[in-house]
């Protein structure tokens, strides 16, 4: 009899655990939801310029000023304190750097990891280009060969099976 408990007691606790409302509430605890409070209003226009150029790293595509995810709460408040710590634009931004990674930038540096990032839509723009130049080229040298020789551009189609 008390294997049969103990049976229903495991069976109850999976069933508990498998709950979906009781995961969410666990993925992500609540936390200070107490707006921010800024000293000055140049302190509340810088903050919001430094969270403008931040991305949440949970939301990804979102700042993290728009961000409602409570990781971007919690960032924002860690971005208050080091401003207040008296840390300039540039450390705030390498502190979350160090420790979220160069995603948490909306405008990464320049760099041997980020060259492609910047510079491959131009390149993709410019192979694209010469793509489109070389073929109307060779369009136009196949119309003005068969302007001047109409035979010879019938065998030049014929050799082409498209």
């Not at 430094?50 to 728009?66: I, Y």
């Not at 408040?77 to 750097?97: C, H, I, N, P, T």
């Not at 990032?117 to 070389?134: D, I, Q, T």
């Amino acid at each position: 009899m008390t294997t049969r408990l103990l049976a229903r007691l495991l069976a109850a606790l999976i069933v508990l655990a498998c709950v979906p409302g009781m995961q969410a509430a666990r993925a992500q605890p609540a936390g200070d939801t107490a707006p921010l409070v800024f000293d000055s209003a140049a302190e509340e226009v810088r903050f919001h310029a430094l969270t403008a150029e931040l991305r949440c790293v949970m939301c990804q595509n979102q700042s993290l000023a728009d961000s409602h995810a409570q990781i971007a709460q919690d960032m924002r408040r860690e971005v208050l304190v080091l401003m207040r710590q008296g840390k300039s634009d540039a450390e705030v931004k390498q502190f979350l750097v160090d420790r979220y990674g160069e995603f948490v930038l909306y405008r990464p540096e320049v760099g041997a990891r980020t060259w492609l990032l910047w510079f491959g839509p131009g390149l993709v723009l410019l192979g694209g280009g010469a793509v489109v130049w070389w073929i109307v080229r060779r369009r136009a040298a196949l119309a003005a060969t068969e302007a001047r020789d109409p035979g010879k551009s019938a065998q030049v189609e014929e050799e082409q099976e498209w």
